[in-house]
């Protein structure tokens, strides 16, 4: 199995970090960005199996990044990492539109995040296989 | 009797005066065996003085005999109502012996004046008139009348003393009645030209001395309860008649010394003229000063303290200021020992001290069972200490009850049927009583006082629930918060159990075996680091909150940094407004000064404005805060780049629960109550907006300068 392509968006340097630190040893391979520019040009060189976006940041929204995705036509499956909570509003609205999963901060365990990574993955595996 | 001698007129002036001295007290309170016995007093000095203005006229010796007689039915009896009036104005037990043995004493003298010529022998001719030529029976009068005078006036001064240790007023009152009748006593000179020493009688003179002390007595020390209401000008004419008819006199005088000099009696007297119309404004002047000073300065006090009242205390609003200042000014005013104000506590049913000067552990309860409070709850009446005597015990509880307030004099304060409380009063410094007068206008003034103090007590609580809708408003607004304060606070976490979580899998699971030992170590430290640091970032914000969230107290500080306490805002709104991607820009000149105001309440007028704008705003937009301070005022300017406020709802603004948003979204009590804190706080706060473009409130607080308080000081 190839490695699974991951891109990690948020304003959180230190999140961003203990990410890599704990994807990239088990072999996944693992973009971070934390401002717009720099999230657009990634998509647009690259195509990611799974995105980790975080909801509110300066400058741009995870609602944008998603409807990016969407515009570019890319398979990427888009997962909310956010400490942003609204009783579930937020994610009803999210996972509506299409967003893969919707995480609270912080994450129960890094596991289950690898857990979710992998299972969207094998997701959008199974999808392009059809 | 062909003409008047002008050696008439003097006596005939005192005999007046003293009659209607007399006349004046009998009226005033006919009842009265004081005043009863005074009229006999005056009237038989009257038959003296007034026989003797006759006498002094008549050109035949056989009238002048006959009105001798009629002198000295006059004179006999004036030492035996003197002792008679003596003891009774001094209340004196035991002596009705003595009064009837002087009365009886007096009537043989009487019989011996009409039945033989012992007594008075007949008359001699002086330079002023006939005089009484007296007989050998009136050497044993000489005698009685001696032993009279002796002894009233022995004990019109034990009298004093012994007032003295009761009542400064009474003791006043006695003394003056001793010296007014020492003075009198030297008008017993008269008694030289009865036998034959060509003495002009000048006792008229000591008799009118007599009435002006007896007459101050009345006026300024209410001598035998007599209230005086004498209006200023009349007080002031008459003294200006009397001081002029004194100049004039003089001047007439010089007139008679000039024409010496100068021929002409007209010319003669220009000097005197020019002195008389030169002395006309200083003597006026000179009068109004003394009348109002030694007359008439109570009431001028009195008009003082109304006015102080009217004008600056009962405008206070805030309870504490209005009781403090009513108890300073009454105790400065009317010259007080002490004052103390209590105001009711319907929760402990006890009328609690809310204001004193003048005593140091003043009580600081009385609870509303005591019989001065039931006395005064129920008649509605004051109660006064009668005799602020230290030596005579209290009479009554109630009497107890006051003194250990120490007070003299208690007023309730009644509104509305109730009594709200009261004021008790100490003595007066100068240990005068409470007269009449005194008490008509505390009374009076008790009662504005009440309402007043309702008023205040009205809007204390009417404060109270605006500070509870204002915390319970802060609470709903620190809700909306959540969000921001959320991310600031997960964010951390996310970080911390990650980085956590992260270190231990890796070791776990072997990615580090291949690691030298001082690198793992190296990594473990620095996630440690960033551990402590979100932990920190985390704990900030959740003190900010819980400090903002408390609630204000209201206490207002001299010097605060306004630029201080928007950053404590900002701080606890930037997660928040960067979550919306609203940017908070501050514009603050420099050498700002401080503002008197209570930090917490300025941060939640601040916070207020700031969320409305935010809200207004909802994403992408920003709020300006320029805050420029002059000499005066520093204001606060708040800008947002929201849609606006219309014209119509810009009026509506800080009225009470009106609100735009949507609902759930304000309780709409937000900028009222904001309107409320910054006037309680000295300020101002207005707002402009335009729809489309944007809202700004505007604070205006008065300037205080720290700096300059210290160089004062120094």
Same mark, same amino acid.
């Given at each position: ?9 948020d304003?959180?340097k230190?999140?961003? %970090? ?13 973009d ?6 720099q999230?657009?040009e990634?998509?647009?060189?690259k ?8 909801l ?9 990044i998603?409807?990016y995705?969407?515009s ?5 499956k888009v ?6 909570h609204?009783?579930?509003?937020t ?6 539109m ?8 912080p ?7 690898e857990?979710?990574?992998?299972e ?6 199974? %999808?392009?296989k059809? | ?7 008439s ?6 005999? @007046?005066?003293l009659?209607?001295?007399g006349l ?11 005043n009863?016995s005074?009229f006999? @007093? !005056? ?8 026989g003797?203005a006759?006498?002094y006229?008549? =050109?035949?010796?056989?009238?002048a005999?006959?009105?001798a007689k ?8 004036i ?7 003596t003891?009774n ?10 009064i009837?043995?002087?009365?009886l004493?007096?009537?043989i003298f009487f019989?011996?004046l009409?039945g ?10 002086f330079?002023?008139g006939y005089?009484t ?13 001696t032993?009279?005078?002796?002894r009233?006036l022995?004990l ?7 007032a003295?240790k009761?009542?400064y ?5 006695v003394?003056?009645l ?14 030289l ?7 002009y009688?000048v006792?008229?003179l000591f008799?009118?001395?007599?009435? /002006?002390?007896?007459a ?6 209410q001598l ?10 009349? *007080? ?7 001081s002029?008819?004194?100049?004039? !006199?003089f001047a007439?005088?010089?007139?008679a010394?000039f024409?010496n000099?100068i021929?002409n ?9 020019i002195?008389?119309v ?19 300065q ?7 303290? @109304?006015?102080?009242f ?6 206070f609003?805030d309870?504490?200021a209005?009781?403090e200042? #009513?108890?300073? =000014? ?27 000067v003048? /005593? ?10 005591e019989s001065?409070?039931t ?7 004051y +109660? ?17 009850q ?6 003299a004099?208690?007023?309730?304060l009644i ?5 709200i ?18 008490i ?7 009662q504005?006082?009440?309402?007043? /103090?309702?008023?205040?007590?009205l809007? $204390?609580?009417?404060?109270? =629930? ?9 609470m709903?607004?620190?809700g909306?918060?959540?969000a ?28 580090y075996?291949?690691?030298?030992p001082?690198e793992?170590i ?7 680091k ?8 985390a704990?900030?914000?959740t003190r ?12 207002i500080?001299d010097? *605060?940094d306004?630029e201080a306490?928007?950053?404590?805002v ?11 991607n609203i940017?908070?820009?501050k514009?603050? =000149? ?7 105001a209570d930090?917490?309440?300025i ?7 700031i ?5 207004a ?10 805050? +420029? ?5 520093v204001?606060v300017d ?7 406020i219309s014209?119509e ?5 800080f ?8 609902p759930g979204k304000? !309780?709409?009590?937000g ?10 706080n000295?300020g101002?706060?207005s707002?402009?907006?335009?729809k489309?473009k944007? #809202? ?7 300037? #205080?300068w720290?700096?300059? $308080? $210290?160089q004062?000081t120094?």
């Open positions: 199995m190839q490695n699974i392509r991951v891109l990690a968006v304003d959180e230190d999140f961003l %970090e203990m990410l890599t630190e704990y994807l990239e040893p088990r072999g996944y391979a693992i971070t960005a934390t401002e717009s520019r999230i657009l990634m998509l647009n060189n195509v990611y199996d799974v995105a980790l976006l975080d509110k940041m300066e400058g741009v929204t995870g609602d944008e998603m409807r995705i969407e570019i036509h890319v398979p990427t997962v909310f990492v956010t400490a942003y609204d009783s579930g509003r994610q009803n609205r999210l996972l509506k299409g967003a893969y999963a919707y995480l609270e901060k994450i129960s365990s890094l596991k289950a995040l857990d979710l990574i992998k969207a993955a094998k997701t959008l595996e199974e %999808e392009t059809k | 009797m062909s003409h008047i001698s002008v050696y007129i003097p006596p005939f002036v005192g005999a @007046l005066l009659f209607f001295t004046f007290v009998l009226l005033k309170d006919f009842h009265s065996k004081v009863r005074l006999f @007093l !005056t009237t038989s000095t009257f038959v003296w003085l007034c003797y006759v006498m006229s008549l =050109t035949s010796e056989k009238q005999f006959l009105c009629c002198v000295y039915t006059g004179t006999v009896f030492p035996v109502f003197f002792h008679h009036f003891i104005y001094l209340k004196l037990k035991n002596n009705s012996g003595r009837i043995l002087t009365y004493v007096g009537s019989i011996l009409w033989t010529n012992t007594y008075v022998a007949g008359v001699q001719k330079f002023w005089h030529k007296v007989g050998p029976a009136h050497i044993p009068y000489q005698i009685f009348f032993i009279c005078f002796a009233c022995y019109l001064w034990v009298g004093y003393k012994q003295q009761k009542s007023v009474e003791a006043n009152r003394k003056y001793f010296w007014a009748f020492f003075v009198s006593t030297i008008a017993s000179l008269d008694f030209p009865d036998y034959g020493i060509p003495l009688p006792g008229f008799m009118s001395g007599w009435v /002006i002390i007896t101050y007595a009345i006026v300024r020390h035998l309860d007599i209230e005086v209401v004498i209006k200023r000008t009349i *007080v002031f004419a008459g003294l200006f008649l009397a002029y008819a004194v100049i004039a !006199t007439y005088l010089g007139a010394l024409e000099f021929q009696r007209w010319l003669a007297m220009v000097p005197s003229v002195i008389i030169l002395m006309l404004r200083p003597l006026e002047t000179f009068l109004r000063n003394v009348t109002d000073k030694f007359l008439f109570k009431k001028y006090d009195y008009r003082q303290i @109304l006015r102080k009217s004008e600056e205390v009962l405008t609003i309870i504490n209005l009781v200042r #009513t108890i300073e =000014t009454l105790s400065n005013g009317i010259k007080l020992e002490n004052a103390s104000i209590y105001l009711y506590d319907a929760e402990v049913s006890e009328y609690k001290l809310r204001s004193s003048g /005593i140091e552990a003043p009580k600081l309860a009385i609870k509303d069972t001065l409070i006395f005064m709850k129920k008649s509605k009446k +109660v006064l200490l009668e005799k602020s005597s230290n030596n005579k015990p209290l009479s009554n509880d109630m009497d107890h006051l003194s250990a307030l120490r007070g004099f208690a007023i309730p509104y509305r049927e109730g009594m409380g009261f004021l008790s009063l100490g003595k007066k410094k100068s240990d005068e009583d409470f007269i009449p007068e005194d008509d206008i505390l009374i009076t003034l008790s504005t006082l009440s309402i007043a /103090i309702s008023n205040a007590l809007f $204390e609580e009417l404060s109270e =629930t605006q500070a509870q809708a204002a915390q319970q408003e802060k709903a607004v620190i909306t918060l959540s921001g304060i959320n991310h600031e606070i997960c964010n951390p976490l996310g970080i911390v159990r990650g980085q956590c979580e992260m270190f231990l899998l890796n070791s776990d699971e072997g990615i075996d291949s690691k030298p001082v793992i190296e990594k473990a430290k620095n996630i440690m960033k551990v402590i640091h979100e932990t920190d970032r704990t900030v914000i900010k909150l819980s400090s903002f969230s408390k609630p204000a107290k209201g206490v500080h010097y *605060v306004l306490q928007l950053d404590k900002i701080e606890l709104v930037k997660h928040e407004l960067k979550l919306d940017v908070i820009c514009n603050v =000149t420099e050498n700002l000064p401080c503002i008197a930090e917490k309440q941060q939640e007028i601040l916070f207020n404005i969320r409305n704008g935010a809200q705003i909802k994403e992408n937009g920003y709020i300006n805060i320029d805050i +420029v301070g002059d000499e005066k005022y204001y708040i800008t947002d780049s929201g849609e606006g014209k709802n810009l009026q509506k603004i009225n009470p629960f009106f609100t735009t948003k949507e304000g !309780t709409g009590l900028l009222f109550i904001v309107k409320q804190i910054v006037e309680k000295g101002r706060i707002v402009r907006s335009e489309g944007g #809202t700004t409130f505007t604070l205006r607080f008065a300037a #205080t720290p700096e300059a $308080e $210290e004062k120094i």
